[in-house]
């Protein structure tokens, strides 16, 4: 069964750091991208940044120049580091990975648990 697991997060600083991951585990064949979102109450959950398999990334405006996404494929694990932190930045993150099991031949989208982050001034 393929699970993602979210870590890092918490409370951070106006301006400061924080970082995420996120692992795959299970049995997969491959992935297609990896990516991160967030949602904060009453508001639809939103795109953040993404990796394809050839590691080309994308970020949503808002993000741009302040995160990176990256990822270890012998992990299985994407990262985000997020820098100069905002209040707007505040939200519940999610996972997403579109990826192939072994046990299946097409793609599916998985999505982890959350992990709040939270921007003090």
């Known amino acids: 069964q393929v699970r993602l697991v979210e870590s890092g997060g918490g409370l951070g600083q106006l301006g400061g750091s924080l970082g995420l991951s996120c692992a795959a585990s299970?049995?997969?064949?491959?992935?297609?991208?990896m990516a991160w979102y967030r949602q904060v109450p009453g508001r639809e959950r939103e795109f953040v940044a993404r990796?394809?398999?050839?590691?080309?990334?994308g970020y949503a405006d808002s993000v741009k120049g302040r995160f990176t996404i990256s990822r270890d494929n012998v992990k299985g694990t994407v990262y985000l580091q997020m820098n100069n932190l905002k209040p707007e930045d505040t939200a519940v993150y999610y996972c997403?990975?579109?990826?192939?099991?072994?046990?299946?031949?097409?793609?599916?989208?998985?999505w982890g648990q959350g992990t709040q982050v939270t921007v003090s001034s």
């Open positions: 997403h990975a579109r990826l192939r099991p072994y046990s299946t031949a097409a793609f599916s989208d998985y």
């Open positions: 990796i394809i398999s050839d590691d080309t990334t």
């Open positions: 299970g049995r997969i064949a491959s992935f297609a991208t």
